[in-house]
């Protein structure tokens, strides 16, 4: 590899890292919590309340979020 | 990541996510789909007379098989159950007990009614009206005891199988609902009178707590709605308090209080008022009319009844309830 393609492709990783930076912190605020939040209730249900041997009937009264 | 639902069994109206439980701490959000974690799981299965419900027009000297799941739909600070109603299902000793074996299991001890209480009904829905759908085939009466906190379309479905209610009107104020028990009053006055529009025999009682609840006017005020919205005849049961759960720093309720209280709610022309929690003449019913005794109760035990075919023996004046 010559010098000037390894110079090219310093550069190409450098500026995916960065949008990849600059993306996360933008977008940090709103994803994280979700999924947080998400594995947490996820974790919650396999670990303690799927092991206590309780039901899933399926609820009256209610509907889906639009 | 599956889709959000939102309940529509109680006036919350909980959006739940993905793997979300609500409020009540029986409910989830599974793939989009709304579970109840507790059909079939009672945590308190016990025969008790049915005057400890209390239920004083319904069925006196019988016994009542009483059911109840952990949840609840409110948080009362001065819940006299909160060790199971505040209760996650995950953490309470649960029985095994599916609808068809509740019904039989009343039938063999010989009990009248199966009653829904101790916790809020509200949140064992399904499994409530399953069991109340077979209890109503082998003629066994359906009650409940509850806050009222419920929508207007579940409680008209169920209110085709319940034969009677015992509502906590905790208070007549929202300041009260919302402050102490982190709900809304005008719910559970729409309840009542759904209730009552529906046909189911009505008890309400209405716990008097030092300090919070326990202003005349206030209760004038209640006994004047019920009066005005449900009629005479609603049995209602003031009870005194004792310190419990997040009130333990209040004293119990003095006496002077619940017998103001008593002559109040008759003067607003309730014709019958009992006091709970205290044993006195007041936990007995006296004919509106000739004022005899007509059943005489000493805490939840029955001495005599002098109802006869639902009127009284001495003058023949129908009394509401129900008695066989």
């Not at chain 1, 092991?51 to 209610?62: I, Q």
């Not at chain 2, 949140?123 to 906190?149: L, P, Q, S």
């Not at chain 2, 729409?190 to 009682?205: F, M, P, Q, R, S």
Request: some cysteine.
């Amino acid at each position: 590899m010559t010098d000037t393609n390894k110079f090219k492709l310093l550069i190409f990783l450098t500026t995916a890292l960065t949008v990849l930076i600059i993306s996360f912190n933008l977008l940090q605020d709103y994803l994280m919590p979700e999924i947080e939040g998400y594995l947490e209730r996820r974790i919650y249900y396999e670990r303690v309340i799927s092991k206590k041997g309780l039901s899933l009937h399926r609820g009256e009264y209610w509907k889906k979020e639009e | 990541m599956g889709k959000k639902v939102q309940c529509e069994l109680c006036p919350t109206e909980c959006v739940l996510e993905d793997f979300q439980i609500g409020g009540c701490s029986v409910r989830i959000n599974k793939g989009g789909v709304l579970y109840s974690l507790v059909y079939g799981k009672p945590c308190a299965v016990v025969i008790d007379p049915i005057e400890k419900k209390p239920f004083f027009h319904v069925l006196p000297a019988t016994t009542a098989f009483s059911i109840a799941t952990a949840g609840c739909v409110l948080g009362c600070k001065f819940c006299q159950n909160w060790q199971i109603s505040q209760a996650k299902p995950e953490e309470t000793d649960n029985h095994d007990l599916m609808p068809d074996e509740v019904v039989r299991q009343a039938l063999f001890y010989d009990c009248r009614t199966i009653t829904y209480t101790y916790t809020e009904p509200t949140v064992f829905y399904e499994y409530m009206y399953d069991t109340a759908r077979i209890a109503r085939r082998y003629n066994v009466k359906n009650t409940m005891h509850t806050c009222g906190y419920i929508k207007e379309k579940p409680l008209r479905e169920l209110s085709k199988y319940m034969d009677a209610a015992d509502v906590d009107l905790k208070a007549f104020t929202e300041d009260f609902y919302s402050r102490i028990c982190g709900g809304r009053l005008k719910p559970v006055l729409d309840t009542l009178a759904v209730l009552k529009g529906e046909g189911v025999w009505l008890e309400i009682t209405n716990l008097i707590i030092p300090t919070l609840n326990d202003d005349m006017k206030k209760i004038r005020e209640m006994c004047q709605w019920i009066v005005k919205n449900l009629g005479p005849d609603v049995p209602l049961h003031l009870s005194r308090f004792f310190p419990n759960y997040k009130l333990k720093d209040l004293p119990p309720t003095p006496l002077e209080t619940i017998r103001d209280a008593r002559i109040a709610a008759m003067d607003a022309g309730l014709k019958y008022v009992y006091m709970g929690n205290i044993r006195s003449d007041a936990e007995n019913t006296y004919c509106p009319k000739c004022r005899n005794l007509l059943i005489e109760r000493i805490g939840f035990f029955v001495k005599q009844i002098n109802i006869a075919g639902g009127r009284c023996k001495f003058c023949g004046t129908a009394i509401a309830g129900i008695w066989s």
